[in-house]
Nanobody, 123 residues
Framework: QVQLVESGGGLAQPGGSLRLSCKVSGFSMDYYAIGWFRQAPGKEREGVSCISQGDSRTYYADSVKGRFTISRDNAKNTVYLQMNSLKPEDTAVYYC????????????????WGQGTQVTVSS
């Protein structure tokens, strides 16, 4: 059974940091790209970052470039999203998802999704 489980969300102050984790099971991460998405109330789901299968190339939305870092540990079946210099506009539910392909930041391209974890950035 394919599962993706996010953790690490919570409350952070502006300028602070959080690290999200996405634990996957039921498939081999060697053959899937893993993406992080977010959705704020009243807004569409937005692609934040992706790490490709194989060579683990990384891709970022312009809104998070230079602040967020995606990485993967295939031995632990886990993908991480390190979020630094957080801003109030980063507040959203964050989802990880798996894609049987090279990479994408389009939600429609993804096959499997986690339940999401809330990130709130506020003073």
């Amino acid at each position: 059974q394919v599962q993706l489980v996010e953790s690490g969300g919570g409350l952070a102050q502006p300028g602070g940091s959080l690290r999200l984790s996405c634990k996957v099971s039921g498939f081999s991460m060697d053959y899937y790209a893993i993406g992080w998405f977010r959705q704020a109330p009243g807004k569409e789901r937005e692609g934040v970052s992706c790490i490709s299968q194989g060579d683990s190339r990384t891709y970022y939305a312009d809104s998070v470039k230079g602040r967020f870092t995606i990485s993967r540990d295939n031995a632990k079946n886990t993908v991480y999203l390190q979020m630094n210099s957080l801003k109030p506009e980063d507040t959203a539910v964050y989802y990880c998802a798996a894609l049987s392909g090279s990479w994408s930041l389009r939600a429609d391209d993804y096959h499997f999704w986690g339940q999401g974890t809330q990130v709130t950035v506020s003073s």
